[in-house]
């Protein structure tokens, strides 16, 4: 005869510092799981009730009051079953990054990250002080050995716990969303499980904080490293599972098994969610922004209207004298097929204002790139304008490959309060566009084949400027993400001088980058937290 152990995994989209606002949602969550899922225990993500990551919140006296006011209150809740929630715990040597499992309207156990990341976007040993203790809990007969996150990518934790007594190991966790994360998480969690011998439930946390996106795609894993349960991904809920002892072993039973998507998919699911909660959490009504008939504010549009819906996006052309009419007709059915306000406001009469202004200032030179950024510049008054009036937050349009080499215009297309595509490469970028018309047709195809430009001065092209996309984002990629030097870029097959221009160019502009604002990140690396250049420096390649 079997025994079994009913474990849900609770996949929330909870807010940093809505300590009541989370706690809320917590209790409400474990009722789902304990009354219409007869769960036994109920997993919450790493640092449920403060959200992840609270950063300097933590040192707050206002947030520790109520951080431990909140964990008083979930006690009172007098669950039926168990529940394990993660919680910064303060204590007289510090904080901890803590787990605890809560029944019978007491914490019966507390359990403390022992694995502290430190590396990517991760600080917590500015916060944090490790804990070396293993938890090991009995409940319903079965021996629950208990882990945090970081835990898993290292192998003594697993081995203490199962060392302890353990007979499964639960993992929660606030692990944030990147290109093929999902992959490499199940990997690690696969070596964890084979190297102890025992199955493994992980539930991850959800949604979109500041630039980070976390996925959810808990799972459960049985002790051969198989996947017997995938919760859906960018999805919030509720989700079980059965553990069973039979014959001495305990084993998960098979469950649903979400499907993995692309990563064309996994990409656009997370920018959508990662606009839709920047805006959402931010209590702004909608968003405004502008619509040029080129790709990248093309593909903003419809990240916009799928994570807000069409009432709450405003897309306004701004053209001027480069403008072409092929940009200003395909711009106008973007907005006809996504179903947007759509205004039209021409630059032109402040352009040539601008220009009379300081056509003193400017007498006997030739025109260059600053009558190109007086244009951007007057689009961000508009656009700023719209936003002030109407309390819409302007997002921005720019992409990685851009940014990176500061083919934007500083206080002009680069003004804003949110860079949706701000970590997606040009290239990257197209083929997004091109999931999206697959998913139903909104981008024109002849924007996706036009050559991309600026428009600021006549017959205009990005190559005038750049080497071709195909040449720049594998450059850009092999030095961001992998800190390649120009030799071993050079190595690749790429031209010496090419990469060493745009190596130049991406450190010249870290000015630039620091006054941008946040965008979701999908790479290994991004330009925001896990990025960390010096402005000012001596470096030569």
């Not at 976390?214 to 809920?237: I, L």
């Not at 993995?260 to 702004?284: I, M, P, Q, T, W």
């Not at 991309?452 to 040449?471: H, I």
Request: charged share 25%; proline share 5%.
């Amino acid at each position: 005869m079997s025994e079994s152990l009913r474990i849900a995994l609770a996949q929330l989209d909870l807010l940093v510092g809505d300590v009541q606002g989370n706690l809320t949602q917590l209790v409400r969550a474990a009722r789902v799981a304990q009354e219409e899922h007869r769960a036994d225990l109920t997993l919450f993500p790493e640092l449920a009730l403060s959200g992840y990551p609270p950063e300097d919140l933590l040192f707050h006296r206002g947030f520790r009051t109520q951080i431990d006011g909140a964990l008083e209150q979930l006690c009172g809740e007098n669950f039926a079953g168990h529940v394990l929630v993660g919680f910064p715990e303060y204590v007289d040597t510090g904080i901890a990054n803590a787990a605890a499992l809560i029944a019978a309207g007491r914490v019966e156990a507390v359990y403390r990250k022992a694995e502290l990341p430190n590396y990517k976007v991760f600080d917590e040993k500015r916060y944090f002080h490790a804990g070396v203790e293993p938890i090991v809990h009995t409940i319903r007969g079965f021996r629950v050995g208990v882990l945090i996150c970081e835990d898993i990518w290292v192998a003594e934790p697993a081995r203490r716990a199962r060392l302890a007594g353990a007979e499964l190991l639960v993992v929660i966790n606030a692990s944030p969303y990147e290109r093929c994360k999902q992959r490499e998480r199940e990997a690690v969690a696969r070596a964890r499980v084979t190297d102890v011998g025992l199955p493994m439930a992980y539930v991850n946390t959800l949604g979109g904080q500041d630039e980070l996106v976390f996925d959810g795609n808990s799972f459960v894993m049985d002790a051969a490293g198989t996947v017997v349960m995938r919760a859906p991904p960018f999805e919030a809920g509720v989700f079980c599972v059965d553990f069973v002892r039979d014959s001495g072993r305990v084993a998960p039973r098979p469950g649903m098994i979400a499907a993995e998507l692309s990563e064309e998919a996994s990409v656009y699911s997370a920018l959508v969610l990662g606009v839709r909660d920047y805006v959402n959490k931010h209590g702004f009504p909608g968003v405004v922004m502008g619509l040029s008939g080129g790709i990248d504010s093309a593909l903003t549009l419809a990240i916009a209207v799928d994570a807000l819906g069409a009432d709450r996006v405003h897309a306004v052309m701004m053209p001027s004298r480069f403008t072409a009419q092929i940009s200003l007709n395909d711009a106008a059915e973007e907005a006809r097929l996504l179903g947007v306000k759509y205004s039209v406001l021409s630059i032109e009469s402040m352009f040539e204002a601008t220009l009379a202004t300081l056509a003193g200032e400017f007498a006997g030179l030739p025109p260059d790139t600053a009558e190109e950024n007086i244009q951007s510049r007057c689009r961000m008054l508009l656009l700023m304008g719209l936003s002030n009036k109407t309390g819409r937050m302007l997002l921005t349009t720019g992409n990685k490959s851009e940014m990176a080499v500061g083919y934007a215009t500083l206080y002009g297309d680069m003004a804003g309060g949110f860079a949706p595509i701000k970590d997606c490469s040009k290239l990257l970028v197209y083929r997004l566009a091109a999931y999206r018309n697959a998913v139903a047709p909104v981008i024109p195809q002849r924007v996706i084949e036009r050559p991309p430009s600026a428009e600021l001065r006549y017959d205009q092209k990005d190559s005038d400027s750049l080497p071709p996309y195909e040449v720049l984002d594998p450059i850009l990629a092999a030095f961001i993400e992998e800190d390649l030097s120009v030799d071993e870029i050079a190595a690749r097959g790429f031209d010496r001088v090419t990469v060493g221009r745009v190596l130049d160019l991406v450190k010249r502009n870290e000015y630039k980058r620091r006054q941008a604002p946040p965008g979701v990140r999908v790479s290994r690396r991004g330009f925001g937290r896990d990025w960390r250049y010096p402005i000012t420096n001596g470096y030569r390649r």
